[in-house]
């Protein structure tokens, strides 16, 4: 992994691109010292949203599984509590 400050990156924005596509790199983009963002491969990204997938079906799962969410809500006394 490396680092690049924002304007580097911003000046040289094809060759940044390409270390990540074709050198499997992941460039870690700064602004003022501070690690503010990632450039990763199409193939990390989804790897990232498969796991974040995986949590959000064990949180669902759970939710599930707790007795006190078995009462039946109607749709629209739902759309009222949430404001909708």
């Known amino acids: 992994m490396s680092e690049r400050r ?5 000046e040289s924005f094809s060759t940044t691109i390409n270390r990540v596509t074709f050198g499997g790199e992941r460039v870690v983009l700064t602004r003022h ?4 963002a990632a450039v990763v ?11 974040e997938d995986a949590r959000d079906l064990d949180d669902v799962r759970a939710a599930l599984a707790d007795p006190g969410n078995r009462e039946r809500i109607a749709w629209d006394d739902l759309k009222v509590q949430l404001g909708l």
Do not use: T
């Open 41 to 51: 491969s199409i193939e990390d990204l989804e790897l990232i949203e498969a796991l």
């Open 33 to 36: 010292g501070k690690r503010v």
């Open 6 to 10: 924002i304007s580097e990156a911003r």
